[in-house]
């Protein structure tokens, strides 16, 4: 009888508020994306650069020297529907976007980028203590943590100066703006670890390598890093310039 409540009620559920699409609102006959939109999601291709984790047509990290991480995966990228999807997932709270939609592939890619890497925590990106708004980038870590088995630490690396919003400063004063802004906490915990590195999205890789700083300078041995997505300007080939 329960079971007959339960179909019932979700029936007229669906009747009174179909599913939307998640990007731009279109009635759909089962929840995520309308196929327009599910055309606008940009991926990150599977041959991306190791270091940075763009497509080598949008590689621009010169080849891992100014990073003070490892290795990096991204998802996608942050353009199109991507961006739309991320920012009511950051800013909204709408974890559907990323439940429903960005989940799957953000999980599949970072599992088979990182098979064998001996993790011993799965570490987010820190808000400032005073910040209450949404943790997408503890969100992700945890969605991370069940699906790779690697404990979730948020009480290894904080953020210990307010900052302004990386996304609205130009690449010259990001490295600024976030310069020893992150601090470790429990060192006697970080020794010779293996860490992955967690955050919604990678522009010019300032936000990443401050906190790989702090978690390498307490004694972190590797830290790697995996993002939902990347800010990576045009392709190349976009731009006219050949590919080498």
Not at 2 to 10: Q, R, T
Not at 77 to 93: I, P, S
Request: aromatic share 8%; charged share 25%.
């Amino acid at each position: 009888m329960k079971k007959i409540k339960f179909s019932l009620a979700g029936w007229l559920c669906r009747l009174l508020f179909p599913p939307r699409c998640l990007s731009c609102g279109a009635l759909l006959e089962q929840d995520g994306l309308c196929q327009r939109c599910a055309a606008g999601l940009s991926l990150v291709e599977e041959d991306a650069c190791r270091f940075c984790g763009r497509g080598r047509d949008r590689c621009r990290c010169d080849y891992g020297k100014a990073l003070l991480f490892e290795q990096a995966v991204n998802a996608y990228y942050y353009e199109g529907t991507g961006r739309v999807l991320l920012q009511k997932f950051k800013f909204h709270g709408n974890t559907a976007c990323y439940d429903q939609v960005l989940a799957q592939r953000f999980l599949a890619r970072t599992a088979q980028a990182y098979a064998g890497v001996p993790f011993d925590y799965i570490v987010p990106v820190p808000r400032h203590a005073k910040d209450h708004r949404f943790d997408q980038a503890r969100y992700l870590a945890q969605s991370l943590s069940k699906q790779l088995g690697v404990r979730c630490r948020t009480d290894l690396l904080e953020k210990v100066r307010k900052t302004l919003p990386q996304h609205r400063q130009n690449r010259e004063n990001r490295g600024k703006n976030i310069k020893g802004a992150f601090a470790a906490c429990k060192k006697q915990e970080l020794q010779g670890v293996c860490i992955l590195l967690v955050d919604d999205v990678s522009t010019s890789f300032s936000t990443l390598n401050e906190c790989a700083m702090a978690l390498k300078n307490a004694g972190a041995d590797r830290v790697l890093c995996a993002c939902l997505m990347t800010a990576a300007g045009k392709n190349k080939k976009d731009q006219g310039d050949r590919h080498e």
